[in-house]
Protein backbone atom coordinates (compact mmCIF):
# COMPACT_ATOMS: atom_id res chain seq x y z
CA UNK A 1 0.00 0.00 0.00
CA UNK A 2 1.50 3.57 -1.01
CA UNK A 3 1.34 5.89 1.87
CA UNK A 4 1.93 9.17 1.03
CA UNK A 5 3.93 11.86 3.73
CA UNK A 6 4.12 14.83 4.70
CA UNK A 7 5.85 17.11 3.06
CA UNK A 8 8.41 17.91 4.82
CA UNK A 9 9.24 14.14 4.91
CA UNK A 10 10.01 14.35 0.73
CA UNK A 11 13.59 13.66 0.13
CA UNK A 12 15.15 15.16 -3.07
CA UNK A 13 16.68 13.71 -5.69
CA UNK A 14 19.63 11.63 -4.90
CA UNK A 15 21.91 12.89 -8.07
CA UNK A 16 24.99 14.34 -7.63
CA UNK A 17 26.23 17.11 -9.78
CA UNK A 18 28.43 20.02 -9.20
CA UNK A 19 27.57 23.48 -9.15
CA UNK A 20 29.07 26.90 -9.40
CA UNK A 21 29.54 29.24 -6.25
CA UNK A 22 29.08 33.36 -6.66
CA UNK A 23 32.85 33.30 -6.91
CA UNK A 24 32.65 31.48 -10.52
CA UNK A 25 34.35 28.18 -8.49
CA UNK A 26 33.00 24.66 -9.26
CA UNK A 27 31.98 22.97 -6.02
CA UNK A 28 30.57 20.20 -4.44
CA UNK A 29 26.85 19.99 -3.02
CA UNK A 30 27.47 16.60 -1.44
CA UNK A 31 30.61 18.01 0.42
CA UNK A 32 29.29 17.86 4.06
CA UNK A 33 28.48 14.60 3.52
CA UNK A 34 32.35 13.01 2.18
CA UNK A 35 35.01 12.43 4.40
CA UNK A 36 35.35 12.31 8.27
CA UNK A 37 31.27 13.67 8.13
CA UNK A 38 30.51 10.41 9.94
CA UNK A 39 32.40 9.44 13.26
CA UNK A 40 33.37 6.37 14.55
CA UNK A 41 34.51 6.53 18.55
CA UNK A 42 36.05 3.06 19.53
CA UNK A 43 34.98 1.38 16.07
CA UNK A 44 30.93 2.68 16.56
CA UNK A 45 29.33 5.67 14.82
CA UNK A 46 28.44 8.59 17.32
CA UNK A 47 27.71 11.95 15.84
CA UNK A 48 27.69 14.47 18.88
CA UNK A 49 27.46 17.98 20.43
CA UNK A 50 27.87 20.11 22.94
CA UNK A 51 25.14 22.67 23.51
CA UNK A 52 25.91 25.84 25.51
CA UNK A 53 22.42 27.18 27.33
CA UNK A 54 23.84 30.04 29.25
CA UNK A 55 22.26 30.74 32.49
CA UNK A 56 20.07 27.50 32.45
CA UNK A 57 20.86 25.28 35.40
CA UNK A 58 21.25 21.41 35.07
CA UNK A 59 17.68 20.79 36.27
CA UNK A 60 16.11 23.27 33.56
CA UNK A 61 17.93 21.86 30.83
CA UNK A 62 16.96 18.33 31.34
CA UNK A 63 13.12 19.24 31.71
CA UNK A 64 13.23 20.73 28.59
CA UNK A 65 15.20 18.37 26.54
CA UNK A 66 12.84 15.48 28.33
CA UNK A 67 9.67 17.28 26.51
CA UNK A 68 11.20 17.63 23.59
CA UNK A 69 12.23 14.03 23.63
CA UNK A 70 8.92 12.91 24.41
CA UNK A 71 7.40 14.88 21.86
CA UNK A 72 9.67 12.97 19.28
CA UNK A 73 8.47 10.12 20.16
CA UNK A 74 4.66 11.63 19.38
CA UNK A 75 5.77 12.41 15.71
CA UNK A 76 3.61 10.93 12.39
CA UNK A 77 7.21 9.38 11.43
CA UNK A 78 7.75 7.54 14.76
CA UNK A 79 6.93 3.52 14.94
CA UNK A 80 5.00 2.31 18.15
CA UNK A 81 8.26 1.16 19.42
CA UNK A 82 9.88 4.57 20.00
CA UNK A 83 9.95 5.41 23.86
CA UNK A 84 12.12 7.61 26.65
CA UNK A 85 14.26 4.53 28.16
CA UNK A 86 15.96 6.62 30.76
CA UNK A 87 14.84 9.71 32.61
CA UNK A 88 16.90 9.37 35.75
CA UNK A 89 16.63 13.75 37.59
CA UNK A 90 19.44 12.80 39.94
CA UNK A 91 21.52 12.33 37.14
CA UNK A 92 20.59 14.69 34.96
CA UNK A 93 20.82 12.17 31.76
CA UNK A 94 18.24 10.77 29.08
CA UNK A 95 18.01 7.94 26.84
CA UNK A 96 15.47 8.12 23.76
CA UNK A 97 15.12 4.67 21.69
CA UNK A 98 13.71 6.12 18.43
CA UNK A 99 12.31 4.06 14.86
CA UNK A 100 11.37 6.37 12.63
CA UNK A 101 10.73 6.16 8.08
CA UNK A 102 13.75 7.70 6.76
CA UNK A 103 11.94 8.99 3.53
CA UNK A 104 15.01 8.69 0.24
CA UNK A 105 12.07 9.26 -2.73
CA UNK A 106 8.62 9.58 -2.05
CA UNK A 107 6.43 10.33 -5.71
CA UNK A 108 3.10 8.50 -6.89
CA UNK A 109 3.79 5.13 -7.40
CA UNK A 110 7.78 5.07 -5.92
CA UNK A 111 7.93 5.33 -2.05
CA UNK A 112 11.52 4.59 -1.69
CA UNK A 113 12.24 4.34 2.38
CA UNK A 114 13.86 3.07 5.51
CA UNK A 115 13.34 2.02 9.07
CA UNK A 116 15.82 4.02 10.59
CA UNK A 117 16.53 3.17 14.69
CA UNK A 118 18.71 5.05 16.97
CA UNK A 119 19.05 6.64 20.57
CA UNK A 120 19.78 9.97 21.45
CA UNK A 121 21.31 10.42 24.74
CA UNK A 122 21.55 13.42 26.55
CA UNK A 123 23.95 14.27 29.39
CA UNK A 124 23.01 17.60 31.20
CA UNK A 125 24.79 19.71 33.23
CA UNK A 126 24.21 23.45 34.03
CA UNK A 127 25.02 26.04 31.37
CA UNK A 128 25.22 22.90 28.80
CA UNK A 129 24.44 19.95 27.64
CA UNK A 130 26.25 17.20 25.49
CA UNK A 131 23.79 14.92 23.03
CA UNK A 132 25.06 11.89 21.38
CA UNK A 133 23.21 10.19 17.74
CA UNK A 134 24.45 6.18 18.32
CA UNK A 135 23.62 2.56 17.83
CA UNK A 136 22.02 3.27 14.49
CA UNK A 137 20.08 0.71 11.99
CA UNK A 138 18.39 0.48 9.27
CA UNK A 139 15.77 -2.08 8.61
CA UNK A 140 14.82 -1.69 4.33
CA UNK A 141 12.73 -2.66 1.78
CA UNK A 142 10.44 -4.75 4.43
CA UNK A 143 7.65 -5.39 2.46
CA UNK A 144 9.92 -7.58 -0.36
CA UNK A 145 12.86 -8.60 0.60
CA UNK A 146 14.08 -6.82 4.02
CA UNK A 147 17.52 -6.33 4.51
CA UNK A 148 19.16 -4.66 7.93
CA UNK A 149 22.21 -2.60 7.93
CA UNK A 150 24.07 -1.46 11.48
CA UNK A 151 25.83 2.26 10.38
CA UNK A 152 29.40 0.61 11.32
CA UNK A 153 29.02 -1.12 7.97
CA UNK A 154 26.66 0.82 5.91
CA UNK A 155 27.35 4.76 5.82
CA UNK A 156 31.07 5.28 6.94
CA UNK A 157 33.73 6.68 5.20
CA UNK A 158 34.46 3.03 4.20
CA UNK A 159 30.84 2.05 2.84
CA UNK A 160 29.33 5.45 2.10
CA UNK A 161 31.97 6.81 -0.66
CA UNK A 162 33.24 5.97 -3.48
CA UNK A 163 36.84 4.75 -3.00
CA UNK A 164 38.13 7.86 -3.97
CA UNK A 165 36.32 9.78 -1.23
CA UNK A 166 34.35 11.92 -3.81
CA UNK A 167 31.14 11.19 -4.14
CA UNK A 168 28.45 9.33 -2.45
CA UNK A 169 28.26 5.39 -2.71
CA UNK A 170 25.57 4.88 -5.48
CA UNK A 171 23.34 2.85 -2.83
CA UNK A 172 24.48 3.17 0.90
CA UNK A 173 25.15 7.23 0.23
CA UNK A 174 21.56 7.75 -0.23
CA UNK A 175 21.30 6.11 3.97
CA UNK A 176 24.47 8.42 4.73
CA UNK A 177 22.71 11.31 3.57
CA UNK A 178 19.66 11.34 5.27
CA UNK A 179 20.85 10.16 8.31
CA UNK A 180 22.97 13.65 8.52
CA UNK A 181 20.43 15.33 7.72
CA UNK A 182 18.24 13.86 10.23
CA UNK A 183 21.14 14.37 12.88
CA UNK A 184 21.52 18.03 11.70
CA UNK A 185 18.03 18.68 12.17
CA UNK A 186 17.73 16.89 15.24
CA UNK A 187 20.76 18.29 17.13
CA UNK A 188 19.59 22.19 15.48
CA UNK A 189 16.51 21.97 16.95
CA UNK A 190 17.60 20.86 20.43
CA UNK A 191 20.20 23.79 20.08
CA UNK A 192 17.43 26.14 19.19
CA UNK A 193 15.29 24.94 22.62
CA UNK A 194 18.26 25.38 25.01
CA UNK A 195 19.58 28.78 23.70
CA UNK A 196 16.14 30.47 23.90
Keep these: MLMMLPVAAIAQDNTWEQTVNAAGVQTNPDAKYLAGAVPLVDG ?10 PGKSGAQIFEILKKDFESIVKESNQFEQSRISIADKEKLQLV ?26 ADCRDGEATIKMTRIHYIY ?5 MQTYKAE ?15 LAR ?11 RKDYLFNRFANLLQK
Aim: without cysteine; hydrophobic residues 35%.
Design 44 to 53: RVVFETTIKA
Design 96 to 121: GNYQEWLVFKNKPLNLDRTRLLYHLI
Design 141 to 145: DEERD
Design 153 to 167: EWITDKWGLNKKQTK
Design 171 to 181: VSGKFRRKTID
